[in-house]
């Protein structure tokens, strides 16, 4: 199943389920920024909750907020019992530190999986290995390759990967592109989040049966592009756009969900 078709129909799912709820499933998110790549992403995240049925709301601050007027903004939502979900929109400004917000959520209300504590995981590499299970996509033993360390996609992959018990490898910008062609070569999975365009290209020998899962979003005058070049010869390769995103924002739901749970059973 396309990825589209299987993100409508899990979407589906879930609006039944919620549905049926006596107390409605609620998030928050903090924004203190007002760049467009933000707004588009939380104009994003809010449509896709009222889509199912979720209560979101939408705090923002301006940037000139302190770091203290800050955790206490998200204390209260931790502290609130109405909300199970809560999100702070990254990037923050630069006077604020990052690690401590995203520290200061509470790990049972941490629907980004930001948290080390955090009950549940990062969405995007959740999201590609619920659909890659959905696909029923056979794990065990195979060499997965991840290119690309970032923390929120490479190195909770990683952890993800290698749950399901695949043999996993990490590469990253440092690799040598000798070293690179011997493990794409020898890969039945990829998962590539490098942030560069069509790093991926006709130049490396793949395995026919490789999948290629792309996590890139570079935005080029052709339009938004992966950090793999389109078509190339493997079973299976994951659109840009319309792949990985639709993933990484239906696991957010999911996300909320598993919160929610969490707090009304
Ligand atoms: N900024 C860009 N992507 C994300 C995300 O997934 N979560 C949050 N909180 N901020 C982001």
Redesign the pocket.
Known sequence: MDIKSYVKEQKELLKEEISKLEVLPSFVIIQVNDDPA?NA?VKGKINDANEVGIHVELRKFSPIISEDDLISEVKKVNDDPSVHGL?????LPKHINEELIKLTVDPLKDI?G?HPMSLMSP?TPKGIIDYLKHENFNFVGKNALIIGRSN?VGKPMAKLLLKEHCNTTMTHSRTTREDMEFYVAHADIIVIAIGKCAFLDDSFKFKPSAIIVDVGINRTEEGLRGDAKRDLPVALQTPVPGGVGLL?RLTLLKNLMEAYYHFTK
């Open positions: 933000s992403y999100i702070v929109q990254m990037p980004d930001f969405c929120i990484t």
